[in-house]
C-alpha cells in the first residue's frame, strides 16, 4: 500500500516536469488585459492639486502586472481650468502609472486613462469646494480639535484653549512652512491666531501630550 502511494506521487511528479512546471523561470507579462484605478472619488479645492495622485495597475490576462505600458490621461468633463500633469506616464516595474490632477474651477471632474489595444479606459470622477478661508481649532480633551484642518492662503486659524485647569502648549515641526505661529509656552487657557500665507503642510502637537496622540494637522492651499 505504502509502496504504491510513493508511486502515484512519483507519476505525479513526471507529469509535472512533463508539463513545463519547472519552478524557477519567470515568464514575461503578456500584453494588457485590465486597468485597476485609484485615486478616484477625492472631494479637494478648486484649483489645487488633488492630494493623492490618480494611478492605474495595469495587469496581463493573468492578473500579471505589466510595465513599461503608455497610459494617456485625459480630463473629458470639467472646466478647462482643470489638467492632469503629466498627461502620459509609463507603468513602473509593479504595473503602477500615475499623474497628478487639478480639479480646476469646477465642482464635479472626470478624467479617463487610457492604453492602447485596451477598449475600456480606466474612469475618475473628483470633485472640488471653495476652500474655507478660517479654521477654528480647539484644545479639548487632550487632543486637538478638529484634527484636520484646510484654510485658503490668506486665511486666517484660531487656536482655543478649552480644557479646563488642563496645561498644553502650541509647537510647530520645525521643518513646517514659514511664515507660522511661535510656538507658545504651556498654558490652560487663552487662543492663538494667526493669518497663513504659504501653502503647505503644518504639523502642530502639544509637547506634553504628544506621545499620548495630541497632534493635528492644518493644509494651507491656494
Ligand atoms: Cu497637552
Not at 507603468?91 to 492604453?115: E, H
Not at 484636520?148 to 490668506?154: A, E, H, I, K
Not at 499620548?212 to 492651499?221: E, F, R, S, W
Request: charged share 10%; with cysteine.
Amino acid at each position: 500500500m505504502t509502496l504504491q502511494r510513493v508511486g502515484d506521487w512519483g507519476a505525479l511528479l513526471s507529469t509535472l516536469l512533463a508539463s513545463g512546471c519547472n519552478g524557477g523561470e519567470t515568464q514575461p507579462p503578456g500584453p494588457p488585459a485590465d486597468l485597476t484605478p485609484s485615486g478616484g472619488g477625492q472631494s479637494w479645492y478648486f484649483n489645487n492639486p488633488l492630494p493623492a495622485p490618480l494611478g492605474v495597475t495595469v495587469f496581463d490576462v493573468s492578473g500579471r502586472p505589466v510595465p513599461g505600458v503608455v497610459v494617456t490621461w485625459t480630463v473629458t468633463s470639467g472646466d478647462s481650468s482643470g489638467a492632469v500633469n503629466p498627461a502620459q506616464s509609463t507603468t513602473d516595474a509593479n504595473g503602477i502609472a500615475s499623474t497628478t490632477d487639478s480639479v480646476g474651477s469646477s465642482t464635479i471632474q472626470r478624467v479617463s486613462a487610457t492604453v492602447t489595444g485596451l477598449l475600456s479606459p480606466a474612469t475618475f470622477t473628483e470633485f472640488a469646494t471653495t476652500p474655507p478661508t478660517s479654521a477654528a481649532v480647539s484644545l479639548e480633551n487632550f487632543a486637538f480639535n478638529p484634527q484636520n484642518s484646510v484654510v485658503q492662503t490668506g486665511g486666517t486659524v484660531t487656536w482655543t484653549w478649552n480644557d479646563g485647569t488642563a496645561n498644553h502648549t502650541l509647537n510647530f515641526n520645525s521643518n513646517d512652512p514659514t511664515p507660522r505661529p511661535p510656538d507658545k509656552p504651556q498654558q490652560a487657557s487663552g487662543s492663538v491666531v494667526f493669518t497663513f500665507t504659504t501653502v503647505g503642510t503644518y504639523n502642530f502637537f502639544c509637547a506634553i501630550h504628544q506621545y499620548q496622540g495630541m497632534a493635528g494637522k492644518l493644509t494651507v492651499v491656494h
